[in-house]
């Protein structure tokens, strides 16, 4: 039989790159696209019909974006650079778009904090306003694998009574995946260092291919039946529905994406021409940029890790998600499965070559 289950990947260790592994089409008996059941749990309470989760990023995910993801499916986490009183305002413009709205989706609300006194300062006064209405909280931070982070789980817990489910991050490893399960999370987003617009890994030389930190969570995961229902989100490098099916294969309940939305209507920031085209900023949380715009530039002794660039404008967030769960569909009646889990099951890998790889792509058009 042609391919391999994908942890034998790692097991052999050659850890894996979104390119530099496929999929191995099977014998299938789905006779339509629609067939598949492309859901998943985030948290217990989140359930999504598109496991695509926009990022918690300033030029990504405002409350216009998190209601547009939420009410087509899938779901927006609301960024935390601003202040408090500008994201209570936000998740008020969610509730009252979803209250105005004659669907049967309504956005979740799932606000991003940080760590320390001022973010905790941060969660009080969102906790106290929204108790009722909020889905979940994101604690957002580059190392998610710290003391920091697993204090601030513990906190939330305990000033919630447990009540709201808690999304942590960022992770590189199984084992950074069991500590922040151990510590409370209901879901962990895997990846360092794989955005488009982060130079983590040049800059530091840290870093885990995202593949192979979800192929890793996972087998954590499997190994410790104490945290079946704890969701693996990965993080990082998603450029094409090909990305974000691999990851879903390799274990990934859901996948976060920054690039893919940033050029949308719905991103924050003005649409403004350069070169005579339309286009909207687009940079990382730990770039030079936002260093300057909210934390009045960079301290002596650290380097910033990300980028800023401009991205062509799109359109709406929604064509993305349906092109990605279009992909999804597909993927999945040609691997004869009707659920994630059935993809994970039946998926077998091979390893590409460059010449492969450049295959892949729509050579015939090049000229």
Not at 129 to 157: C, H, P, Q, T
Not at 298 to 307: D, I, N, Q
């Amino acid at each position: 039989m042609m391919g391999e289950p994908i942890q034998s990947f790692l097991e052999g260790g050659d850890p894996p790159s979104f390119d530099d592994v496929m999929i191995v089409p099977t014998y299938s008996e789905i006779r339509s696209r629609k067939e598949p059941d492309t859901k998943s749990f985030v948290t217990p309470n989140i359930e999504l019909e598109v496991p695509v989760i926009s990022s918690p990023m300033d030029t990504v995910t405002g409350a216009k974006m998190a209601f547009s993801m939420g009410s087509n499916g899938g779901l927006g986490i609301l960024h935390r650079f601003m202040s408090k009183e500008e994201q209570a305002l936000a998740v008020e413009d969610i509730l009252r778009k979803n209250a105005e709205t004659t669907g049967s989706r309504l956005a979740k609300i799932v606000p991003a904090i940080g760590v320390g006194r001022d973010e905790k300062q941060r969660f009080n006064y969102l906790y106290e306003r929204f108790k009722n209405s909020l889905s979940a909280v994101a604690i957002d931070i580059a190392n998610g694998d710290s003391s920091y982070m697993i204090e601030m789980i513990k906190w939330v817990d305990l000033v919630t009574s447990g009540n709201i489910p808690i999304i942590a991050g960022n992770v590189a490893t199984g084992e950074g995946f069991i500590r922040l399960a151990e510590a409370g999370a209901s879901a962990v987003r895997v990846g360092i260092g794989g955005g488009s617009i982060c130079k983590t890994r040049i800059m530091t030389g840290v870093g885990v291919p995202t593949l192979a930190s979800v192929i890793d969570c996972y087998s954590a995961r499997k190994n410790n039946g104490n945290f079946d229902s704890v969701s693996i989100i990965a993080d990082g490098g998603i450029r094409y529905p090909a990305d974000f099916v691999k990851s879903l294969a390799a274990g990934a309940d859901a996948v976060i994406a920054g690039r893919i939305f940033a050029g949308t209507i719905e991103s924050p920031g003005e649409v403004i021409s350069l070169n005579g085209r339309k286009v909207k900023v687009y940079r990382g949380m730990a770039s030079k940029e936002v260093q300057d715009d909210k934390r009045g530039g960079l301290k002596p002794g650290t380097c910033a890790e990300g980028v800023s660039t401009h991205i062509p404008l799109k359109g709406k967030a929604y064509y993305i998600l349906n092109e990605f769960c279009g992909g999804l569909r597909s993927a999945m009646t040609y691997t004869n499965s009707y659920s994630l889990s059935d993809l994970r099951n039946n998926s077998r890998f091979i390893k590409l070559t460059p010449s492969a790889l450049d295959e892949s792509h729509a050579f015939g058009t090049r000229k």
